[in-house]
């Protein structure tokens, strides 16, 4: 298994950035998640660079569901990034984290009126989902005497390699305006008349591992961006959405590169741009790629058990990380205190929820493992926290940040306290 620079193995115990995993997992108590903040800002260093290197012109906008923590929302508004935004909760935390409203794009297919009224508040761009949003939205903008400017998510109509659960872009799903429907939507956005659409949106799936559909979807957004500034519209940005992988089996898979990503895409843009006679901005809306890999979750082995298999039952289940089990995905898992020595066996790494169905890894050779050991499990910065949930009556786990010699709680561990915090007496229930 092949460990990216920010995790080694140091005296046997897995280390992130300087720090040990086995030491962090003792101070802070387990299930912990640890991001390594270093990692955060080589990946969008690396994301930025490769796409500038082409044009001038890019805003790069985070995927704020990956991973909402404010802690790492303020690396990113720091580095200079703005945020896709799918819910009023998560265009709040991105201005309280000091993002730009300018640079936010509040995209999703079903916005209520207060969500809408929010983003004209807070002078933040609209990716618009159907013509009745836009209707809805220029209501919205009309009654608080002012204008509000908007972008159309279109749907390519794209098959792409990967999860059916995160694959955006084909033309059944519930995302964004086909392409024959979309000179229509921006029609009737010039005749409203407090709307001003300037942008165009698309996001095609998530942990995509070719960069060949990310071309494709690029020759779609130029080609629609013809048509829509042939319409009279001027587009200030095109927005390519996110979605580019992350290899998760460190020995099977690999990703392409931001540079692979750029080379494939930027060509297509520039000359399709060139052609509409146009200069947007490019705008990109990386999640995962910037995230994923740094992180790490730590468990520790409750007990082992060997029936038809082995069994490890650990301490976090799919409350914490519903990937396994929502996408069948595959997490690197090793033996944080132990992680020097061979394997001695094949184990099943199961959570403590009430489900068969809560298994974190199938079938991994693991060294002998005792209750007690660590074990942490790989590329959970994006779609871990963001994702968990208080199932079974589990308090969510703490999260921490290190920063070179650094390391400090980016949130506290729930407590068994907090769980009823939002609950209320009945007041027939004396
Ligand atoms: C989820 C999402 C992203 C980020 O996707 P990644 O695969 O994490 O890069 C970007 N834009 C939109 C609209 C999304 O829904």
């Known amino acids: ?19 040990d995993t086995v030491a962090l997992a003792k101070k802070y108590g387990t299930p912990l998640y640890v991001t390594d903040e270093q990692r955060i800002r080589a990946n969008f260093m690396a994301y930025r660079e490769a796409l500038t290197g082409y044009y001038d012109r890019v805003q790069m906008l985070y995927a704020a569901k990956a991973n909402g923590n404010l802690a790492v929302l303020r690396v990113f508004a720091d580095m200079g990034a703005g945020a896709d935004v799918f819910s009023a909760g998560e265009l709040y935390l991105a201005l309280v984290a000091g993002m ?17 009224k929010l983003a004209v508040q807070k002078n933040v761009r609209v990716s618009l989902d159907s013509i009745d949003e836009m209707k809805q939205l220029n209501e919205i903008a009309r009654a608080m005497g002012t204008t509000v400017e908007c972008s159309f998510r279109v749907n390519p109509a794209m098959e792409v390699p990967t999860h059916p659960k995160i694959a955006t872009g084909l033309a059944t799903s519930k995302f964004g305006i086909p392409a024959g429907q979309i000179k229509e939507a921006y029609r009737a956005a010039v005749e409203a008349s407090n709307i001003v659409p300037v942008g165009l949106h698309c996001h095609i799936g998530s942990q995509i591992l070719d960069v060949a559909p990310f071309a494709k979807e690029a020759e779609v957004l130029v080609k629609v961006a013809k048509e829509v500034t042939d ?39 520039l000359d399709g741009i060139e052609k509409a006679g146009i200069k947007p901005a490019f705008w990109v809306e990386p999640g995962r790629n910037l995230m994923g890999d740094s992180t790490v979750l730590l468990t520790c082995v409750n007990s082992v058990k060997t029936t038809h298999k082995t069994f490890v039952n650990v301490d976090a289940g799919f409350n914490l990380l519903a990937r396994p089990v929502m996408y069948d995905s595959y997490h690197e898992v090793i033996v944080a205190n132990k992680a020097e020595l061979a394997p001695a066996g094949r184990c099943t790494v199961t959570g403590p929820i009430c489900e068969t169905g809560d298994i974190l890894a199938h079938d991994r050779d693991l060294p002998e493992v005792a209750p007690g050991d660590v074990i942490a499990l790989l590329d959970t910065g994006a779609y871990g926290f963001s994702m968990s949930s208080q199932y079974n009556s589990r308090p969510r786990c703490a999260e921490i940040m290190v920063n070179g010699g650094m390391e400090a709680p980016m949130r506290r561990a729930e407590t068994i306290i907090d769980l009823k915090m939002t609950m209320e007496s009945l007041p027939w229930q004396k």
């Open 1 to 19: 298994m092949t460990l990216p620079p920010h995790l080694t193995v140091k005296e046997g115990h897995l280390h992130i950035g300087s720090h």
């Open 100 to 116: 730009r409203p300018e640079h936010l794009l509040f995209n999703g297919s079903s916005k209520t009126a207060e969500d809408l």
């Open 231 to 269: 319409l009279g519209v001027t587009l200030r940005f095109l927005d390519m959405g996110g979605g580019l992988g992350i290899p998760y089996n460190h020995t099977t898979e690999a990703a392409p590169t931001p540079q692979e990503y750029a080379d494939a895409v930027m060509p297509v843009f």
